[in-house]
């Protein structure tokens, strides 16, 4: 009997032909001198390769049982048949492992290919423990780059009088960092006794953490003379002469969306202007993004990491020393060690599910 293949291989097939049409085209002679072409067809042949070189495996392991099978249907050589009999469960064990690679690339591609991720922490109600706990979110996700190897460029914080953050805006840089860290999407809350508390009262304080892919320029159209109006002013607070005599504060206003971004950071004018039309491509991506996530029926609401940031995801409970995510009902009595980065324990499982999800929707 022939070896089926699952019907959505047919989508990776058309992916794999295309990478190979990509390298056709790279060596072409036009094409090799075109340094911005080359660029972005380097880009893309990367990509995709992720998929194609797993598949290529997977079609020769495919022939290799199917030629097994036939020795053993064939049976006019004992030993050959013997042969292929015990290889056929090693090579079956094989061609599943693939096959699986390749439905949790196919499910996940468009986001493991985002390296570049904007993270915004704001506190939320609780006043100045929320901000205290909003610093204790900034210091755990630093953490878990730290863990996993990425890059963190602080782009803006607005700290607390205690201490605390009250916004914190990061942009963090990796191989497949959105897969990383888009479950840390939605509402955390704190339970515990702040400091400034006299009658040991537990509190419940909360902050809000959103996860915004970081674009490229092509990615999006915004054109900076016509859709976008830029305000500038004095920067203001602590930071010298500099700060409060030059005019370095940007504000950049979003047209179409309305959707506004300021940043006044750093002294430079230029360096604050740059920062801010970052954020602003990632949070007008983000915009379209949610209108085009409404039209998909209501079910994909209840897929984890919907990025609402009305749910309460998870809560850190200081008393019991117990961290508990709410999607996944599971509960790890070991808060330090969660706040010092180490987050797989509920990420393994998040992911998990959410690719049982996305197989069950193909």
Request: proline residues 4%; charged residues 30%.
């Amino acid at each position: 009997m022939p070896l089926q293949d699952p019907p959505w291989l047919t989508r990776v097939r058309s992916m794999v032909t295309r990478a190979d049409e990509i390298t056709a085209q790279m060596n072409q002679p036009e094409v090799a001198t075109n340094g911005a072409l080359m660029t972005r067809l380097s880009r893309e042949l990367g990509e995709l390769e992720k998929i194609a070189k797993p598949f290529r495996e997977y079609e020769q392991i495919s022939a290799q049982l199917a030629e097994s099978h036939q020795l053993v249907a064939d049976g006019s050589d004992p030993e050959l048949q013997q042969l292929a009999q015990a290889e056929i469960p090693v090579l079956e064990a094989r061609r599943q492992r693939l096959i699986e690679a390749l439905q949790e690339r196919l499910v996940t591609g468009d986001e493991a290919s985002i390296h570049s991720i904007i993270l915004e922490i704001r506190a939320g109600t609780g006043g100045d423990e929320a901000a205290l706990f909003a610093a204790d979110l900034l210091n755990m996700y630093t953490a878990y780059a730290a863990r996993k190897g990425f890059k963190v460029e602080p782009l803006s914080i607005s700290p607390s009088e205690l201490g605390g953050v009250r916004e914190a805006i990061l942009n963090i840089t990796g191989e497949e960092v959105y897969l990383h860290y888009r479950f840390e999407a939605g509402g955390h809350r704190v339970q515990r006794v702040p400091k400034t508390e006299t009658q040991g009262r537990i509190h419940t304080s909360a902050a809000t953490v959103a996860v915004l892919p970081e674009p490229e320029d092509i990615a999006i159209d915004i054109d900076w003379e016509k859709d976008v109006v830029e305000h500038v002013s004095r920067a203001g607070g602590p930071g010298g002469q500099n700060v409060n005599k030059v005019s370095s504060a940007i504000k950049l206003e979003h047209l179409p969306t309305g959707i506004t971004v300021s940043m006044r950071d750093e002294k430079s004018q230029h360096k604050n202007r740059a920062k801010a039309r970052r954020v602003l491509l990632s949070r007008v991506y983000e915009h379209f993004q949610q209108q085009q996530a409404k039209k998909i029926a209501s079910e994909r609401r209840s897929m984890v990491g919907s990025g609402d940031r009305s749910d309460r995801i998870r809560t850190y409970n200081f008393p019991q020393n117990r961290v508990t995510d709410h999607r996944i009902n599971k509960d790890v009595y070991d808060l330090p060690r969660i706040l010092e980065g180490d987050l797989d324990e509920f990420l393994t499982e998040l992911h998990d599910r959410d690719l049982k999800l996305r197989l069950e929707a193909l």
